[in-house]
């Protein structure tokens, strides 16, 4: 008899147990929640306008460019706006103070504007200048601005407080949108073009997440917060960090 109510005892303290845990860590993910997504409702208005966006609409038009376009063709665009990029990735190289890193992107987009004809052949790579990926927001976390809260932005989708201003920068620097070789139909339809290619580039990686991630805005939030961390820090993110 005593055997019985030990056993039943044993139980129900392991039942209390796993509750208290359980508890603990919602209390724990909730504060982290609150202080990494303090704007979560707003966050979440946007993700869904953005959701519908791309389903209704980029989604549908990168499908037909794939559809319509041979995989190399759109290889040569990928890489004809990659290496435009890569002038300003050197001068955010620079800003963090990495020299050899920028005298990479500089050789890469010689190499690559020349015998690469104007890009659209990536001959920089197999040459072995890797690619690197800067922007301005992973400069101003470089130099010591926290990310802030998490937001999203209208159609550009996951971004942070620091980010969002780094976005802006990039934006007024960014060659097609402020050439003067280019009048306004020309800057729109090369804007649409990059933003197709993009979105036909992630079909794939879409779907996956479509199939794996239970609650995706926050799947979405974490992964990108995550990645983020990782890229200021050079994939060596330090021990001490949460």
């Not at 147990?17 to 979440?44: H, M």
């Not at 290496?83 to 190289?93: C, L, M, Q, S």
């Not at 992964?223 to 060596?236: E, I």
Request: glycine share 8%; hydrophobic share 45%.
């Amino acid at each position: 008899m005593f055997g019985q109510l030990n056993k039943k005892l044993i139980k129900i303290l392991m039942w209390v147990s796993v509750a208290l845990v359980a508890g603990c860590a919602t209390t724990q993910q909730t504060e982290r929640v609150a202080k990494i997504d303090p704007f979560e409702s707003i966050n979440r208005a946007v993700f869904t306008f953005n959701e519908n966006a791309d389903e209704y609409v980029i989604k549908p038009a990168a499908e037909a460019y794939q559809f319509v376009l041979p995989e190399f063709v759109r290889t040569g665009v990928t890489n004809f706006f990659s290496n435009i990029g890569d002038i300003f990735v050197a001068v955010n190289n620079l800003l963090q103070g990495k020299p050899g890193n920028a005298a990479n992107d500089i050789g890469r987009f010689l190499v690559n504007s020349t015998i690469g004809i104007l890009g659209l052949f990536d001959v920089a790579t197999e040459a072995g200048l890797e690619k690197n990926k800067e922007d301005f927001g992973q400069t101003l976390g470089v130099w010591g601005v926290p990310s802030g809260p998490y937001v999203v932005l209208p159609l550009f989708g996951p971004s942070s407080i620091r980010d969002t201003a780094g976005l802006v920068v990039d934006i007024k620097t960014d060659f097609i949108l402020n050439s003067n070789q280019l009048n306004h139909d020309q800057k729109v339809g090369s804007t649409v073009l990059r933003v197709v290619n993009q979105r036909a580039n992630l079909l794939n990686a879409s779907q996956l997440l479509e199939d794996a991630a239970f609650d995706k805005y926050s799947f979405l939030r974490d992964s990108y917060l995550q990645r983020r961390f990782n890229q200021v820090h050079d994939g060596n993110p330090p021990l001490s960090a949460d």
